[in-house]
């Protein structure tokens, strides 16, 4: 393979166009990153690889199984060994710039802003005010111009645990400095049926007024190149990711031109608070060792009390049903469960993504996203790859399919 040097980055196309301006090299150098071209609509934008074989697997839920090595140990495959690398689809128009943004992470304090300052949004607030010290600064937009006035006022007023810990300061944003981000948390939400008034599950009830309000969202985040996250927290998370990613990438007649944000600019973050819950669960069944969560944020979701050795089906689908339903519990005291969403899912997970530490979030695996434990590193997003018992994978890759069929119903 040919190698070519261009901001830094060595890159070694495999069927992917070169930036402009690369100058091909001798030998390859980290950090390296495979150009590939693939179709937009199901295909990965930007991911890291351990190993050379990673390069050309098929998408689906055996990204989340252990990759099988390549069987021929060239230069390069052990180069990628050692080092790692990236992969990235030039399919994408903007894949250089992400690209770009993407390395600058980490090397300063993050600046976040947040939409959205109802139950949810005041909690992930709260707990990224108290937890997030490493923080540049979190912005806040409401349609509700006296909430903003209220939170940026009381966050501002508390203190630090530690002589000297630093909290990030709470600034009230308006529409048009929304993307002045590393990171912009959608938390705002239409159609949360009343407690006592919930019919079937609440959050496919709220799938399309959230999808109808996020699509200015999307375009606005297009429009202005915005090359960091989209962190997609309001419900339901993972097909609502979707559908952020690929309003995205349609142009004003609707066609799809793949001129917006890649697929792993969009996160969904609504596992943390099923894993959490599962382990409350697991704990009040006599004990939590293993348990580990799968899929989306509801129906779908999978449990299991272990990942491989150890797995018992039964007791991983009566600890599904527990954790699935654990949120109506609260709705029958008469309260809406948004205290440990808000933190688990949301501003705690959030802050372990900026760490480069394994997080619960809804990540792209072709045609859907999908809940797993993910972290971000400096060659790009990864999923954490593990032997999986083979009943718990058959579970696994019935929820993944139930994503990708999501009903034509409400995706139209």
């Not at 937009?40 to 050309?56: K, M, Q, T």
């Not at 010290?133 to 903003?148: M, Q």
């Amino acid at each position: 393979m040919a190698f070519y040097r261009y901001d830094g980055v060595c890159f070694v196309p495999a069927g992917g166009r070169l930036p402009r301006g690369a100058i091909a090299v001798e030998e390859p150098f980290s950090p390296l990153v495979f150009l590939v071209e693939r179709d937009p609509e199901n295909s990965r934008g930007y991911f890291a690889v351990h190993d050379i074989a990673e390069l050309d697997e098929p998408e689906g839920a055996n990204l989340l199984l252990p990759a099988v090595p390549a069987e021929k140990q060239d230069a390069l495959a052990r180069f990628v060994g050692r080092h790692g690398a990236g992969v990235l689809n030039t399919a994408f128009l903007r894949c250089f710039d992400v690209l770009k943004g993407w390395r600058e992470y980490g090397k300063k304090p993050a600046r976040l802003n947040l939409v959205g300052l109802g139950d949810v949004g005041g909690t992930v607030l709260t707990g990224l005010k108290l937890l997030g010290t490493e923080l540049a600064d979190v912005g806040i937009f409401d349609p509700d111009a006296k909430k903003c006035a209220r939170y940026e006022a009381e966050m501002n007023q508390i203190l630090p645990v530690g002589d000297k810990e630093t909290l990030p300061n709470v600034q009230i944003l308006s529409q048009s400095a929304l993307f002045e981000c590393g990171a912009l948390l959608f938390t705002a939400s239409k159609g949360v049926p009343p407690v006592g008034e919930e019919c079937g599950d609440v959050r496919m009830a709220q799938y399309r007024a959230n999808r109808d309000m996020l699509r200015a969202y999307a375009k606005r985040g297009r429009d202005s190149g915005f090359c960091g996250l989209f962190l997609q927290i309001s419900d339901p998370v993972d097909q609502l990711s979707r559908a952020v990613f690929l309003m995205s990438n349609q142009n004003e007649s609707g066609e799809f031109d793949w001129k917006g944000f890649l697929p792993e600019q969009v996160r969904g973050f609504g596992l943390g608070v099923m894993c959490a819950r599962a382990n409350y669960c697991a704990e009040r069944g006599g004990g939590a060792a293993g348990v580990c969560a799968f899929g989306p944020h509801g129906n779908g979701l999978v449990v299991a009390n272990a990942p491989d050795e150890g797995y018992d089906d039964e007791l991983s689908m009566r600890l599904t049903e527990r954790t699935v339903t654990a949120n109506l519990a609260i709705r029958k005291l008469g309260y809406k469960p948004y205290i440990a969403p808000g933190l688990s899912s949301a501003a705690i997970s959030i802050l372990r993504m900026l760490r480069g530490q394994w997080h619960d979030a809804a990540v792209p695996m072709g045609g859907a996203y999908f809940g797993c434990k993910t972290r971000l590193t400096k060659n790009g997003p990864e999923i954490l790859r593990q032997p999986l018992n083979g009943q718990l994978y058959r579970r696994i890759s019935e929820s993944y399919s139930k994503l990708k069929e999501f009903d034509a119903a409400w995706a139209d």
